[in-house]
């Protein structure tokens, strides 16, 4: 599946400095060859996200 801009996905991925896994509702900004930037519900900020943290993703349903 690929992240577009503007679809919304739930993220699984492994935490700065090995703090361990995190769940993320996120919406997609941009998508590089290494990273995902998109807004953070959880934090309620723009995050970006390094792709190789990122364990599973799925687009969330109805978004």
């Not at 699984?12 to 400095?17: F, M, N, Q, S, V």
């Amino acid at each position: 599946m690929v992240m577009k801009k503007g679809d919304i996905f739930e993220i699984i991925y492994l935490g700065k400095h090995e703090k361990g896994m995190s769940q993320r509702h996120v919406r997609i900004i941009a998508v590089t060859d290494g990273y995902v930037k998109a807004y953070c519900y959880t934090r309620r900020q723009i995050r970006v996200f390094k792709r190789k943290n990122i364990l599973a993703y799925a687009k969330v349903k109805g978004a």
